[in-house]
């Protein structure tokens, strides 16, 4: 089959795939997402088991993760476009500090836990260190669809999708810091390892603030809902586009969410446009979860070991505690301090990426690093939003 009716073939077994596992998981009361995971992971098992090549000539399997690369890019740029919307200043003012004073917290709380826990076990700083860094990046993705799937609302989703908005930049900052930590001790440390996060960080947002002016001015010119959708749909795939051109080395994530921030701040004609946006996503974000859990290797869990569990186990109580002082030292809502760390268990791409970065700081742990971090995306992308749902419905913020 041709390349490109292959890649039309996927995209419908996708789509159809996630339609039949939403009904199943609301049978079940779970959302929609963890759904979208497992069929992901059940399809990725099946087709690797049974390589059908003969129909399609190609093994399915690894050919739709390959070819959905693009879906996942651009489903992580409206995520984080998205994310943005809901930074408008009067209504972050209302909000105060809590999320930055949170953000920050609950990154630095993964990071002492991770690396103290691994450093007893392994005595090896490096690897304590580079692991410390990549526990504190957090998936905004799952949280923020279960948060909008179910119409949540109030203190802990409001403060939660601020802090899961800020977790990018913290969790870049943390690694940048750890990295240039651990290369100090093996001699290797250059300015450049400090530089280069906060020129990612600022970079990032300097440009997003550009693309939003250009977005403002674009969506005032033109009018028609169809011109306005074509217009976020090119904005979004440019940002998430020129983010990796190798010069740039930008943030999608951070792009994306400082385009929509300035747009929603200066722009009188943003609501149309966004929910215009809301209706055209959802298909993206199953495709993109989807493939998500096809491309889990859910043979690697038995190998992780002792490091393993104790990243998976202190990266969660490092969250929460984390989330709990901050919440505290901020005088946020009672409901705040004891539930948002829950928010806050997802983890995928960022922390991937970042694992895969590891490799000039302990080259011989790479494989070992990237298995234990993959494994635990697997972990947390499937437990994450089933006790996001639960502890929102607990505290009323989702309604029957």
């Given at each position: 089959m041709e390349a490109k009716y292959l890649l039309m073939f996927y995209l419908a077994l996708g789509l159809f795939l996630c339609l039949i596992a939403g009904k199943i998981v609301k049978q079940f009361k779970l959302p929609n997402v963890s759904g979208y995971i497992i069929i992901g992971m059940l399809a990725g098992?099946?087709?690797?088991?049974?390589?059908?090549?003969?129909?399609?000539?190609?093994?399915?399997?690894?050919?739709?993760?390959?070819?959905?690369?693009i879906i996942k890019d651009l489903a992580t740029g409206f995520?984080?476009?998205?994310?943005?919307?809901?930074?408008?200043?009067?209504?972050?003012?209302?909000?105060?500090?809590?999320?930055?004073?949170?953000a920050c917290l609950e990154s630095l709380g993964a990071v002492l836990f991770v690396?103290?826990?691994?450093?007893?076990?392994?005595?090896?700083?490096?690897?304590?260190?580079?692991?410390?860094?990549?526990?504190?990046?957090?998936?905004?993705?799952?949280?923020?669809?279960?948060?909008?799937?179910?119409?949540?609302?109030?203190?802990?989703?409001?403060?939660?999708?601020?802090v899961v908005a800020l977790d990018d930049a913290t969790a870049l900052m943390s690694y940048g810091i750890c990295v240039a930590i651990a290369k100090s001790v093996t001699g290797q440390f250059t300015m450049a390892t400090i530089i280069d996060p906060i020129k990612e960080i600022f970079g990032s947002i300097i440009f997003g603030i550009i693309m939003g002016l250009i977005f403002t001015v674009l969506i005032k010119?033109?009018?028609?809902?169809?011109?306005?959708?074509?217009?976020?749909?090119?904005?979004?795939?440019?940002?998430?586009?020129?983010?990796?051109?190798?010069?740039?080395?930008?943030?999608?994530?951070?792009v994306c969410m400082a385009m929509s921030?300035?747009?929603?701040?200066?722009?009188?004609?943003?609501?149309?446009?966004?929910?215009?946006?809301?209706?055209?996503?959802?298909?993206?974000?199953?495709?993109?979860?989807?493939v998500t859990g096809a491309g889990m290797d859910v043979k690697i869990i038995p190998t992780i070991g002792v490091l393993g569990a104790i990243y998976i186990i202190f990266r969660v109580i490092g969250k929460l505690i984390g989330a709990y002082t901050?919440?505290?030292?901020?005088?946020?809502?009672?409901?705040?301090?004891?539930?948002?760390?829950?928010?806050?268990?997802?983890?995928?791409?960022?922390?991937?990426?970042?694992?895969?970065?590891?490799?000039?700081?302990?080259?011989?742990?790479?494989?070992?690093?990237?298995?234990?971090?993959?494994?635990?995306?697997?972990?947390?992308?499937?437990?994450?939003?089933?006790?996001?749902?639960?502890?929102?419905?607990?505290?009323?913020?989702?309604?029957?």
């Open positions: 098992i099946f087709f690797g088991m049974h390589r059908i090549e003969s129909v399609l000539g190609q093994d399915v399997a690894t050919q739709m993760v390959k070819q959905f690369d995520i984080a476009f998205s994310i943005g919307t809901e930074f408008e200043f009067k209504y972050v003012k209302k909000l105060g500090k809590a999320p930055i004073v949170i690396t103290l826990g691994i450093y007893l076990v392994s005595g090896d700083i490096k690897l304590a260190l580079v692991m410390g860094a990549i526990a504190a990046a957090t998936d905004p993705a799952a949280t923020i669809l279960v948060a909008r799937q179910y119409k949540a609302d109030g203190p802990v989703t409001r403060n939660l999708i601020s010119f033109y009018t028609g809902r169809g011109n306005r959708l074509a217009i976020t749909v090119a904005m979004v795939a440019l940002c998430v586009s020129t983010s990796h051109i190798k010069m740039l080395s930008f943030s999608p994530l951070l921030v300035t747009v929603v701040n200066i722009s009188h004609h943003y609501e149309p446009v966004f929910e215009l946006m809301d209706r055209m996503t959802p298909p993206i974000f199953m495709l993109f979860f989807f901050g919440a505290r030292i901020s005088s946020a809502h009672e409901h705040v301090r004891k539930y948002l760390g829950i928010g806050l268990i997802p983890q995928a791409g960022v922390a991937i990426g970042l694992a895969m970065m590891c490799q000039s700081v302990v080259p011989k742990y790479s494989e070992k690093i990237t298995a234990i971090v993959v494994c635990g995306t697997i972990i947390y992308e499937l437990v994450g939003p089933v006790l996001t749902k639960i502890t929102l419905k607990h505290i009323g913020e989702i309604k029957e």
